[in-house]
Every structure is written in C-alpha cells, then in structure tokens.
C-alpha cells in the first residue's frame, strides 16, 4: 500500500484473481500469481483490514490434510453485487451474484416465443423493480449489470461496453435510469460460456467450448478469461455450418446447415417421420433407452453429424474442454457417445488430441449468471479500489 492509501500492485493482483476465479486459500494465491509465501500472506492481511476480503471457511481438502488447514479467502460478499438479466426468446433471467461470484437471488419468467426485444426488457425491468422492493437489492448497490441477448446484434458503435453503443434497434437506457450502473451486454450463447471457466480444470480455460443445442445452434469460445466474438461480433454460429450443400432448406435461406438437420424440431419432425409417437425430446429419449431400434438409431444418427460438426470447429480453434448444453442435451448418453467416437475418430486420423466432451444439462440462468460475472469480472477490482 502506498502513501495515499491506495491499493498495491500486488494487492490489486490478489483481488482480481479472486474475483475471476473465485474463493481460494493463501496457497492457491501463492500458486496462481508466483508470489511468495509472505507476499501472499502481507496482502491478505491488509486487505482484510480494510474491508475487502474475507474469510470463508475451508477448503473441502483443508480439513483431512497434514498441518494447517486451507482457509478460503473471498471478496467481501456485504459490500456490493453485480446483476445478470437475460432477455431469451422464451424467458427473461435474472441473476443477482455477490463480488466472490456466488449467486444471491434469481428470478425467472417465461412466455411463448415471439415478445419484441422492447416488450422482453420490460419483463427484465419488472423482475429487476420487484429484487429492489422485495429488499433483495438496492439500486445503488449494483457495481454492474450484463444483459445477454438471444440472437444475433451488432452494436450501435465499435465498442460494445460503452455507454449509448447499445445493441443496434435495444437500447438499455430504460435499464440505465432503474439502475445507475454501467452496462455491458452480449450474447447469450457467449455468456452462458463464461459462467463454466470456474467450473473447469485450469487447463481447460485456456480454449472451452460451449455448444447450446436447442431449436438453433450456436456456441460460445472462451480463451483465457476472455470471449472470442470475432471480427463482426459474430463469432460462434455453429448451426449453419453446412453439414449437406443438398440438405433440407434452414430459415436462413441456405441447405444443410447444421441445425436444420439436428435442430430440436428437425430431430422431431425426423422422429415422426421414421413412424415413433414422440412429442419430445425426454420421450425420444426414454424410447432410445428402452432399446427401441428406430429411436436408437435417430439418436446415434444425430449424434455422429454433431460428432462432424464439433470435428470441424476443433480443427480451426482446437478447444481442450467442449461443453454441450440445451434441450438435445437431454437426448444423453447415446448422443454423447456417437458424438464422441465421431470426434475422436476425425481428431486422432490427423494425429491430434482428442478435448474433453461434456454433457451438462444446465439450468435457465446460465447466461444471466454468466453475464453477473462478466459485470464483475469488468468492474469489481475497480469498484473495490474505489471504495477505500
């Protein structure tokens, strides 16, 4: 710390790895930042005595260890929040996450697909109105807030994060006056992404993929700590990849894409037409797990196309770690599996290694917790800067 009371360099170091990895002890400190053993602790200490820090308990492998156990230290959770709102084509989430990223409320509301972009922030702000009344929040306490938007959006000027560069056609000032915080906002897909980086093994943060299988198909990359959006803000439409130049027509004018062939109605209307009585996905499923042959062979069908799919994408970006969400996610371990032995088929015929593939099934805040994180993950080590 120096004269005027600022933060040092190296206390600035351990609330930032805090607040984008989560709790953690003295030690994983000392490990993630290479700072020794009583740099590590100094900080720590002053950064308690101010108010910014606080410790959590143990670590669940601190109490069986030889010697001391593993004290997990957090940001001050009493001393701000970020807030997360997606606004889907069939639901509006919010998230309301405390600094060290843990989730203090949330709130959801769905409707049938259709609602304008305008109509659906006006569900977000009546969620958000009824946090504050209820006491869960109050206005001034939000350091930041994501919002995660369905579909593709260009932004209104080069920079997406600044203020009066909303998306083209949303504007967010309705959200600014309820909530004088500063706003980013950004793919849902890309968001739900960032909420699984605490989630996996360091080694996997440095490429993660995640693919929602729903109705559309689209993913989410991220490197590091960051999203990779592409040069037009594009980046990760995965559905229209063309898996068959002469396949069935997709709504965005070009055949064969990739969600036209395995897209949940696609995978439905091709249940129908191979005689099984299925309304959804969850009996589909049931009927592949009963060893119906025709359903059997849908799923493993949809499977090895995805296997291709994910195949080409791992080839230009080579992620270590593919997480595979949304409703397909519930046709299980059969797509798992032919997706799987598709990919490692593919990736092992030119010698290289095979990632991770993963099935999570996920909830309905996804986005809105990820786009909680990227609020913090933007503003919290400032926020906490500034309140000393």
Not at 126 to 140: E, H, K, M, N
Not at 167 to 182: D, H, M, S, T
Not at 211 to 219: E, K, N, R
Not at 358 to 386: I, K, N
Request: contains cysteine; hydrophobic residues 45%; charged residues 20%.
């Amino acid at each position: 710390m120096n004269a005027q009371g600022e933060l040092s360099t190296t206390d600035k170091r351990v609330v930032q790895t805090l607040l984008q990895d989560g709790p953690t002890s003295r030690s994983g400190l000392q490990q993630q930042l290479g700072f020794s053993r009583p740099t590590i602790s100094s900080a720590v200490t002053r950064l308690i005595e101010r108010g910014l820090l606080e410790e959590a308990g143990l670590a669940a492998y601190g109490a069986g260890r030889n010697g001391r156990p593993q004290v997990l230290l957090r940001p001050r959770s009493t001393i701000g929040a970020a807030l997360g709102i997606e606004v889907g084509r069939a639901r509006v989430a919010v998230t309301v996450a405390a600094l060290d990223g843990t989730v203090l409320a949330q709130k959801l509301t769905t409707f049938e697909a259709g609602p304008s972009l305008a109509h659906r922030l006006g569900i977000a702000l009546r969620s958000v109105r009824a946090l504050i009344s209820s006491g869960t929040i109050t206005a001034d306490s939000i350091i930041g807030t994501g919002v995660a938007i369905s579909g593709r959006h260009l932004p209104a000027a080069d920079d997406p994060d600044a203020t009066g560069a909303d998306p083209a056609g949303f504007p967010l000032e309705r959200l600014r006056r309820l909530i004088p915080a500063p706003v980013l906002w950004d793919n849902n897909t890309r968001l739900a992404a960032l909420r699984h980086l605490r989630e996996a093994p360091a080694a996997a943060t440095t490429g993660l993929l995640y693919v929602v299988l729903s109705d559309g198909i689209s993913a989410g990359l991220i490197d590091g700590t960051e999203i990779f959006r592409g040069g037009h803000g594009a980046a990760g439409e995965l559905g229209h990849l063309c898996m068959d130049p002469a396949g069935p027509l997709c709504w965005c004018g070009s055949r064969g894409c990739l969600e036209a062939l395995i897209g949940m109605g696609a995978i439905l209307r091709r249940a129908t037409d191979h005689g099984l009585e299925v309304t959804d996905l969850a009996e589909l499923s049931a009927l592949a797990g009963d060893g119906e042959q025709r359903a059997v062979e849908l799923v493993s069908w949809a499977g090895t196309l995805l296997g291709v799919a994910l195949s080409s994408a791992t080839m230009l970006i080579d992620p270590r770690r593919i997480i595979l969400s949304g409703q397909l996610a519930h046709l299980g371990v059969s797509l798992h599996e032919a997706a799987l032995q598709e990919l490692t088929r593919r990736r092992t015929a030119v010698s290289l290694p095979v990632p991770e593939l993963v099935l999570h099934e996920g909830t309905q805040y996804e986005a809105s917790h990820g786009a909680a994180l990227q609020a913090l993950q933007r503003w919290g080590t400032d926020f906490m800067v500034a309140i000393q």
